[in-house]
T-cell receptor, first 111, second 112 residues
Framework: SQTIHQWPATLVQPVGSPLSLECTVEGTSNPNLYWYRQAAGRGLQLLFYSVGIGQISSEVPQNLSASRPQDRQFILSSKKLLLSDSGFYLC??????????FGAGTRLSVL | EDQVTQSPEALRLQEGESSSLNCSYTVSGLRGLFWYRQDPGKGPEFLFTLYSAGEEKEKERLKATLTKKESFLHITAPKPEDSATYLCAVQAWETSGSRLTFGEGTQLTVNP
């Protein structure tokens, strides 16, 4: 069966520091991969998605970037964090046109 | 642009008091409508996918229905463990990357 791993679970970072969040999927190949951000009590905002290695599409212009160095690995990065980058970050995977399955999420606090 | 509106934003029920959550959508060619459950501090958990108007799916105390403009999540005789935020999302046929557009969610609280 397929599983998705996301780490760390919580992260506290100072303003201006770099960020790297990692997501890996097991038990499948060539998945679509997604990064979402969720503000408190709100819905999910799609940040990036990828349909293959090295293929990244950005949905919202911002201080973040994403990379897919391997088939089942998706990384969310920032060179300098802003206060507004705080939130709950979720990684998801799917087969094309199918159900998206989510990781446990990373709670990021930028202070 | 695809849009999803969920109502109410929050709903409080007594245990056993049945009710419905609404998800209204506009999409250029619906490929699928998805319902998820999200517990505080956790990732969304998939519940149902509906593909065409008139379709219904059930799981324990939950039943999801779909029309051409909206979906309902009916909760029959809810229990406190049904308390969670319920998210609705749509996927359009021509959307690249199989992207989903989510609503803001309905926060359900079931009191014992």
């Amino acid at each position: 069966s397929q599983t998705i791993h996301q780490w760390p679970a919580t992260l506290v970072q100072p303003v201006g520091s770099p960020l790297s969040l990692e997501c890996t999927v097991e038990g499948t190949s060539n998945p679509n991969l997604y990064w979402y951000r969720q503000a408190a009590g709100r819905g999910l905002q799609l940040l990036f998605y990828s349909v293959g290695i090295g293929q990244i599409s950005s949905e919202v212009p911002q201080n973040l970037s994403a990379s897919r160095p391997q088939d089942r690995q998706f990384i969310l990065s920032s060179k300098k964090l802003l206060l507004s980058d705080s939130g709950f970050y979720l990684c998801a995977w799917s087969h094309p046109g199918n159900i998206q399955y989510f990781g446990a999420g990373t709670r990021l606090s930028v202070l | 642009e695809d849009q999803v509106t969920q109502s109410p934003e929050a709903l409080r029920l007594q245990e056993g008091e049945s009710s419905s959550l609404n998800c209204s959508y506009t999409v250029s060619g619906l490929r699928g409508l998805f319902w998820y459950r999200q517990d505080p501090g956790k990732g969304p958990e998939f519940l149902f996918t509906l593909y065409s108007a008139g379709e219904e799916k059930e799981k324990e105390r939950l039943k999801a229905t779909l029309t051409k403009k909206e979906s309902f999540l009916h909760i029959t005789a809810p229990k406190p463990e049904d308390s969670a935020t319920y998210l609705c999302a749509v996927q359009a046929w021509e959307t690249s990357g199989s992207r989903l557009t989510f609503g803001e969610g309905t926060q359900l609280t079931v009191n014992p």
